[in-house]
Every structure is written in structure tokens, then in C-alpha cells.
């Protein structure tokens, strides 16, 4: 299940440490909801693997400010306090499968 957060929030799961998964989206973006339902399955897939979140950038800007998130969606992978990967924009499920297969 991917459970919509703060920024806040994300800030303190990537400060623990281990693999957080996070889709920064908005509710007005036409590819940011085709690409919910596609995340949504595959949280349940690499669930062991790591945790999945959303954060909306309209209620977060300084968090995708300092990220340089300048487009949507975008999904980030962090291990270990630190972004690891991310690939922007919507990718049907089995590129976005081979994505989270190579950073998790």
C-alpha cells in the first residue's frame, strides 16, 4: 500500500535509514493518476523491499524545491538517508518494475 505523507514525514523514514520508495505527484496531473494504480501494485510486489509513499508537491514545494523536482510524477528511491535513484514521468508497469529491481 502506498500511504500519502508529508514532507515532514518522508524526511524522518529517510533518516532512519533502510529503502523508502516515494512518488511525488499532484492531484491535478493527468499522468501522475494513471501512474497511482501502476505504484499501488507494485508496493504490494517489493513490499520486503522497501516502504512506498506519496508526498503531493503543492502541499510540499520546499521539500520538491530541494530535491529539484521540477516535473511530475517523479519517484524517488532512497537507501540509507540519501536519494538513490529516480525516474520521471509516467512508465507502464514493467519499465517501472525493472527500475525498482535495479535500486532496491
Known sequence: MVK???????????A?????VC???ASWCGPCRMLGPVLEALSEEF?????F?????????????????FSIPDVF???DG??????????????LRA???ENL
Open 47 to 51: 513490499k520486503d523491499r522497501a516502504q
Open 23 to 25: 512518488d511525488f505527484w
Open 53 to 69: 509513499v506519496k508526498v503531493n508537491v503543492d502541499e510540499n514545494g520546499d521539500l520538491a524545491a530541494s530535491l529539484g523536482i
Open 82 to 95: 540519501a536519494v538513490k535513484a529516480h525516474n520521471l514521468g509516467f512508465v507502464p508497469e514493467d519499465q
Open 99 to 101: 527500475f525498482l529491481e
Open 4 to 14: 500519502q505523507i508529508s514532507g515532514h514525514e518522508l524526511d524522518e523514514l529517510v
Open 77 to 79: 528511491v532512497f537507501s
Open 16 to 20: 532512519k535509514g533502510g529503502k523508502v
